[in-house]
């Protein structure tokens, strides 16, 4: 697991613990509901990384041709 996965895995469960003691049944109020949308939104881009993406996967070249070598060598 990289340090990124670790940091967003222990950023969530902070906040869901925010979230919880933010709740309060006889007080109507709706700040648990921000921390938990923040979580929500973490935990779609933690899915979003680990499923989608790999150390491997980005590579920048601007340069067409030197693109095109590295891709022709990968193929060969």
Known sequence: MAVRHRVALSLMLFLSFVAFASYHKGTGST???QWLTLVVFLFFGYSFDVLFTN???FMFDPDADNWRRKTEALGK
Request: without cysteine.
């Open 55 to 57: 150390s491997s996967m």
């Open 31 to 33: 700040t648990w509901l």
